[in-house]
């Protein structure tokens, strides 16, 4: 239902007959197989429900149903402020007279109870959405730590949220986007710790949304509250499925967004150090934390460096020290060492992608087909370079210690570009690569338009430390004053 297609100010006429036409024609009951509407007598007045096929719990709407025809016409309300009060059994009803209200609510999965002589209709939500169970998430998995993930049904993700943080402080606020999809958006936050600034431009952002549906959910909504530059691929949002994590970015300041229909929750503003920052670090000691912290941080660094590096020593074999001299080519390459990377590079792409499509039972054959066809065959038919297919195996590996997508191929992009600027210009391309991705970052801002490389640039030392060092005390858990 768009959302433009209901007058905003269209109230109930206060007529059942022509109320119950107006819905029946908005909701299309002889198309839709989906939209239940049943007339039946309550207290000797006619009333007619409305509710969706899938989205109310059957055992509740038998017990509503049983209640209602057993209400005698001397016991029966006069109006429906009364009626909600005396002749519902169930926690959560509410009043509506305005058409745009009545009819989301019932595209909603709210049980939606117009009776004659109301001139207001009956909201009574007892929706259930189709939902998996809570496990833990195939992406952000944790070595040691709680084992439950986020789900598709917004109302359990914020239930696993309060879970963590009981506090009064906590607020969960429900938004509307997309005119047709009309998809729940919830934004929570610590009302004393957030900026308050930046939640208001992310309100306004979010209420000037002007999009038919979020059709890919966070990725849409993330793409109308952030007019990124093509240019610079490193991610202004990080996406975590695990509650925990969301929790502790709340706690933190930060405001975190659900969004229906998406098993993860979005945090922002969100800086590079934000981005590379786990929830292993917190379920290690303090000493171990810190050396995956820093194992992560290198391996980050190794992924973009180490291939531009290999291209730049081989065109340049003088600069190797005798000590490594095992690096050299044992052969020379019948393809170019630079064709060799990038053809590895769209080569990784393509198994990442057929491992995704690939059925379960065929994955154990077609690894092993693929380790030999890819691996010994291609070397050996002169294609590529054992060593390079060995540093090009490092780097496809070292891409999963990144729980972010977003960031691996921002870091892939960047290796790339550098490749080709060493291949072209030698050792003066090589330093406009690394120069081109220190710019990319440092010239990158947050969605709070704050400094991406915050607190390294603006410089804070104390921040900074308890960035690269796990402390004993995390700051989302240390008691503010």
Known sequence: MAKNSVDEDLK????????MQYLNRMLAVDTNFDVVYRIIYIGGRE???YFMDGFCKDDTMQKLLQYF??????????????????????????????????IYSVLSGVFILLVDGYDKALLIDARTYPARSVEEPEKDKVMRGSKDGFVETVVFNTA????????????????????YSQTDIVLCYMDSRVNHKFLAEVEEKIKNIQVDALTMNQESLAECLYDRHWFNPFPKFKYSERPDTAAAQVLE????????????????????????????????????GTYLRLTRFLIAILTYIMTPTFLLLMDH???????????????PPNVPLLWQFLILE?????????????????????????????????????????????????????????????????????????????????LAGYVAGILIFLLSLSCNKTVSH?????PLFPFDWTKLKNRLIRRRLPGSLQKRG
Request: charged fraction near 20%; hydrophobic fraction near 45%.
């Open 346 to 426: 769209l080569a990784i792409d393509g198994l990442r992608l057929a491992s995704v499509n690939t059925p379960n039972m065929l994955s154990t054959p077609l690894s092993v087909m693929a380790a030999l066809v890819l691996g010994e065959f291609s070397v050996n038919s002169g294609w590529f370079s054992s060593e390079v297919m060995l540093y090009m195996a490092f780097v496809a590996i070292a891409n999963y210690t990144q729980a972010n997508y977003e960031m691996g191929y921002a870091l892939k992009f960047m290796r790339i570009l550098n490749l080709i600027l060493t291949a072209i210009f030698g």
């Open 317 to 331: 074999p003088q600069w190797i020290p005798e000590s490594f001299s095992f690096i050299m080519l044992k052969e």
């Open 12 to 19: 109930l006429s206060g007529s059942f007959q022509s109320d």
């Open 47 to 49: 009333a007619c429900m």
């Open 450 to 454: 704050t400094s991406y490389l915050y």
């Open 69 to 102: 025809m057993d209400m005698k016409p001397e016991d029966f309300p006069e109006n429906a402020h009364e009626m909600s009060k005396q002749g519902i059994p169930y926690v959560e009803v509410d009043l509506e007279d305005q058409w745009e209200n009545i």
């Open 160 to 179: 696993l949220i309060r879970r963590r943080i009981r506090s009064t402080d906590l607020r969960m606020k429900m938004m509307k986007a997309g005119d």
């Open 253 to 288: 300041g930060n405001l975190v967004i659900l969004v229906d229909n998406s098993p993860s929750a979005m945090i922002l503003p969100t800086t590079a150090f934000d981005v590379v920052e786990e929830a292993d670090d917190y379920y290690f000691p303090p000493v171990t």
